[in-house]
């Protein structure tokens, strides 16, 4: 600890891809994973081994989601990603031979960096036994880094029918994070910053009458987890509830907050625990993104990744698995105008960016310091992706900052878990509801380009509660139908996912977020009506068997599926 420290900073990376493992390769399916993994996931190991190499202690938080765990350990993964580098290594070698019959020297300078950059991947792959989440658990387990843990497939809390079905999510999650990192993670990432309090509900389409449902952090908590992350407005606009002074809590009135907002109540910069039932002192953390930090990296138009020196994303040399070499060059260019990208330019442009952040981190800290006198903490949650793959020089940046802070005595670089263990929440709070996706609520997953897909997924849920109640699949004489069921549970995690709505309403991949869901939609209800036959004497025919194994073949995702997590 930093004795002359007046608050503390933590960058929240959240690393999530859906499973696309054996389901398509480009534009959309594997090569989303390959990408992530070569542009961020390797580069953010990095990243924290050079910081060491600086004598300076990395200190940051990275979620990785479940199914982005299940994919990164499986061997298909670990094999075509393997002949993804050689092919993006081989793809730039016959580019470099192109410019050159082209007297185009620049092109085929930045063709020899690709072959080097992959090239260098490879080698840091194989380094680490090819296992990424064995590389990413090490550095936890050595205090670098914190591990998160969130939903098996990310599915979008507030929105699921039955309290049930977020249990299952979370008991899915947890168990797949704990049995594939080595150690159960403490904190959470709620998938998209969505958060419902308890109370009456009503579905956004119409299905039944209002129920009324557990607050989340409830959900949380009862699967052991300390601490979860949500958007500014839903802290900012939360109610007081609870004070911890003396180390005893004593019950406040709602308008504590505007009372003593020098306490540090409804500030973004303070942890907050949780309790939106009024029972009692919060039994989770939250803590609540800077919404003015992170908007120098969000930001489409003013943030740094929109700077002309870097890399442009979207203008690639041919078609599949192109390369880049061509920067951003200004706002609003056409991509038939861009110019090449000079790396040489990139470097001083990203510690003047990184200073800046640092300065902005020290000032929004101080400011908090000087109205409360108290130890602040400012959070800057982003999209793990964003550093790499969106944004190429994003790696660098974090490299910048943390050995900028690592220096700076007044500012303390930490992850979540250790904040919490150096100063616990002394507020409980009744939050909200909300998300971080546009308007701050449920719009992007719920509209009406997506409506079906909640009237689908609804009949799925009810439907697995019924069998699951009814069928005797717990009977050791019936193992045909417990896999059957086992099966079914799989398809409804992987149907529940918030990337197919929301890649949908964003008109991403339209096509492919429909197919999916549609797909494992399907799968889901002919298992279902599999196991209903089996638990009538009906024998399964021939077809319904081939489709077993190809879906065994195509989803083998979460193979420990533990029907218990559906029970309340």
Known sequence: MKPNAIGSFCLVL??????????????HGED????????????????????????AQPRFTIGLTPVLLEQLADEHFKEGFDRYLQDRVARARSDEAEFKAHNEGHLAYLAQRWQEFYGKLREQFHQIDRDIPKAFAQRA????????????THGYFPLLLEDASIRAQMRAGVATSERILGFKPSGMWLPECAYRPQGWWTPGISWGGKKNRIGVEHLVADEGITHFFVEHQLVES?????????????????????????????NVHESHSVNSDGSGPGRVTVFARDPRICETVWSGSIGYPADGVYLEFHKKQGERRGLR???ITGKG?????KHYYYPDDTKGKVFEHAQHFCTMVRDRLWQHHHQTGRHGVAVACFDAELFGHWWFEGPRFIRDIMLTLNADPH???????????????DMTVSLPEGSWGEGGDHRVWLND?????????????ALFGKLTFNLPWRDPAHRELRDLMEHAGRELLLMQASDWPFVISRGQAIDYGIKRFVLHAGRFENLCAMAEKIARGEALTDLERFEIKDIQLHDPVFPKIDLNWWNM
């Open 333 to 337: 260019v056409d991509l038939g105008q």
């Open 411 to 425: 500012i303390e670089l930490s992850t979540t878990a250790e904040y919490m263990s150096r100063h616990p929440a």
């Open 449 to 461: 380009q997506t409506r079906w897909i909640w009237e689908v997924a609804y009949r799925a849920e």
């Open 14 to 27: 959240h690393g999530h891809l859906p499973y696309v493992l054996r389901h398509g390769e480009w534009p």
């Open 238 to 266: 939360c109610r007081s509830e609870y004070v911890n002074n003396g180390g005893a809590w004593h019950k406040v009135g709602w308008d504590e907050a505007q009372k003593y907002p020098a306490r540090g109540w409804r």
């Open 32 to 55: 989303w994973l390959y990408e992530a993994a070569a542009e961020t996931y390797l580069p953010v190991l990095a990243v924290i081994d050079e910081c060491l190499f600086f004598n």
């Open 325 to 327: 070499y061509w920067k």
């Open 141 to 152: 387990q050595k205090g670098l880094i914190e591990i998160l843990t969130s939903a098996a």
